[in-house]
């Protein structure tokens, strides 16, 4: 087996019937070890992933689909505006000094405000980071530290400010627009990436969720994409590590892979009409492979862990199974007999929102019943 992967006993495969307990024993933990604070630490300001504002966020989505879901009996979108209070940045905050995309503090944190607040008002102030940010011309396209990471912020906002539209429209076609135009060959760090987080198939989810008109012009790109699946369903990190081989010992998670594969083929599915036997192929090989390749040691999480991979397979037995890996109990025995297993993953940052356990744990107990649950900050709006 690869070193990557865990071997688990037959006791772990059991379906583990209701999650709520565990939805709620994940907020404890959260609200417990990292509570809203009057000052952050300017190290931990990390934008949508991590950090204070990303676990807002977490909270915000959290009450939005569950209405009346409450903390310690406090409401979720209460304590998620906690996390948001004024003047708890400090005052310094640099607009771009994490690049353009979910990983900048100060434009998520605005977006974020403005879901919380639904106020025209903080919508401009949002889109005057953003008209900032697009004077800027060394930022790269991809999610995390790029423009696409741009665009996921505006949609969000979109989706939760009525009126905000006609505020947002005319930044998104713009920076739409010179994506496409430095495409399709996008690169970051002068490698072309392919995966969710860094590469092709994260761009072009956002560009097409946040524009659908946008899709008769990226088809080419998508279908490219499809054929770089290889035999055993999984996709290569970057064009250059995939250009000589069939199979792939590599990556199998969310960020690099076909677990971030399929959690984008299934939300840009509808709007590829023409391609959607192949799409349906592409999403049946790939789950084959996390449901073979994709069992990891890695600390349970969204971008590098079992929970990103479960929510990426089929509802039925096999995406139970790896949930059933993935709680709390069984967690702390595989740990036990295995010391080796379920190291973290999450360079260094406390209660990161997608690669770290609890706040990852939130998010997957709220959808994991889903048919086709979606990404946090990727796929979720």
Known sequence: MDQRQLAVDEPHLAAIGDTDTYLVAALDDIVANYPPRSRYAHETLQGLWSGPTGVAYLLLQASARRPGLAVNGQPADALARAYLAPGSRGHNLRLGSHG??????????????????????????F??????????EDRPDELLYGRAGTLYLLRMVRHHVPGAAALLDPAIAEISDGVIARGPLWTWHGRRYLGAVH????????????SPAL?????????????MQLADGNWPSSEESGATTTTSKGLVQFCHGA????????????????LRGRFDEAIEKGRRCVGGQGLLKKEPSLCHGIFGNAIALAAGLERERFLAVATPENVASIKRADPTAFGRADYGRSYSTTSSYAPSAVWTWLVCREEEPPMLAYTDV
Do not use: N, W
Not at 127 to 136: D, H
Not at 259 to 274: I, K, M, N, T
């Open 100 to 125: 353009c995309g979910l990983a900048d503090e100060k434009l998520a944190y605005e977006a974020v405000r403005c879901a919380a607040s639904r106020d025209l008002r903080d919508v401009r102030q």
């Open 127 to 136: 889109a005057a980071c953003v008209a900032q940010l697009m004077t800027l």
């Open 199 to 210: 590469g092709d198939v994260g761009i072009v989810t956002q560009l097409v969720l946040t």
């Open 215 to 227: 899709a008769p012009r990226l088809q080419p790109v998508v279908e490219k994409l499809l054929a």
């Open 259 to 274: 677990p971030g594969f399929v959690l984008s083929l299934l939300a840009l599915r509808p709007h590829f009409p023409e």
